[in-house]
C-alpha cells in the first residue's frame, strides 16, 4: 500500500472529522456515508454525459438535480414538522389549506390547484374525507359535480397546525437573508408558472413539443 493512499485517507478523516456530520462514537458507515454525500455533492451531474460525449447544459442539468433534491428534503422536513398531524403529514395538508384559502372547490379544481395527477389527488381527498377533515356536497348548479369543503375537525386542525407549518416553512427556507429570499421566491414563482401553463395546457404533448416555449 502507498504511502500517499494513508496520508489521503487520513485527511480525509480529519476532513469527516472536522464537518458537521461528525458525533461522538462515529463508525466507517458513517465516515462511509459522508465519504458518498460529499462525493455527490461536489460532482456535476453532466459528468457522466460527458463520458459519453452527449452534449450537455451544465447550469440547467444543476438546476434539476437541486430541484429534486429540495423537493426530497421537502418532504422530510414537512413529515418532521407535522409529526403531531399525521393526517396532514403528506400532501395532505397542501390540500387543507387550499380549501380554507377557497372554501368550496370541486375535485378536479382541487387537484389542479396542488399541481397534482388525477389519481394522486383523489387518493389525497379520500383520505381527507375519510378522517372527517372535509365533506362533499352537490354542486348547486352541476348535479353531477360535487363540491368540497371543510368540516368543524378539519377548521380545528387547520387552526392547530399553522404554528408546526409556520415553523416548517422558515426552516425550509434556510438560512437565507430577507432580500435572497425575496429574490428566491420572485424566480420560484415565474418557474412555477411557467410549469403551470405546461400542466393546464400542454398536458398531453411529447417532451420535444414543449421546447419552442423556452426558445
Known amino acids: 500500500m502507498e504511502t500517499s493512499f494513508l496520508i489521503n485517507l487520513l485527511l480525509e478523516v480529519q476532513e469527516y472529522e472536522h464537518s458537521k456530520s461528525f458525533k ?3 463508525t466507517i458507515e458513517d465516515f462511509r456515508i459522508w465519504l458518498n454525500e460529499k462525493k455527490y ?24 438535480k437541486q430541484v429534486l433534491l429540495l423537493g426530497r428534503f ?23 389549506y387550499r380549501l380554507k384559502d377557497e372554501p368550496s372547490l370541486t375535485k378536479m379544481q382541487l ?18 374525507l375519510d378522517d372527517g377533515l372535509i365533506q362533499e356536497t352537490v354542486d348547486e348548479n352541476d348535479k353531477r359535480a360535487k363540491r368540497l369543503t ?11 397546525s399553522v404554528e408546526k407549518v409556520n415553523t416548517t416553512s422558515r426552516i425550509l427556507s434556510a438560512n437565507l437573508k430577507n432580500d435572497e429570499k425575496t429574490k428566491l421566491l ?7 408558472d411557467f410549469h403551470y401553463t405546461l400542466y393546464t395546457e ?14
Not at 47 to 61: C, Y
Not at 79 to 92: H, I, Q, V
Open 24 to 26: 461522538n462514537h462515529a
Open 41 to 64: 455533492t461536489t460532482e456535476s451531474p453532466t459528468k457522466l454525459f460527458k463520458n459519453e460525449n452527449h452534449e450537455v447544459s451544465f447550469t440547467e442539468n444543476e438546476i434539476c
Open 74 to 96: 421537502s418532504k422530510q422536513m414537512i413529515r418532521k414538522g407535522l409529526s403531531d398531524f399525521p393526517t396532514l403529514a403528506n400532501e395532505e395538508f397542501t390540500y387543507l
Open 111 to 128: 387537484i389542479e390547484r396542488n399541481g397534482h395527477e388525477k389519481q394522486t389527488g383523489i387518493q389525497i381527498i379520500k383520505r381527507l
Open 150 to 160: 371543510l368540516t368543524k375537525k378539519g377548521e380545528e386542525a387547520f387552526h392547530q
Open 186 to 192: 420572485e424566480l420560484l414563482k415565474k418557474v412555477n
Open 202 to 215: 400542454y398536458k398531453n404533448s411529447e417532451i420535444k413539443e414543449l421546447l419552442h416555449l423556452i426558445e
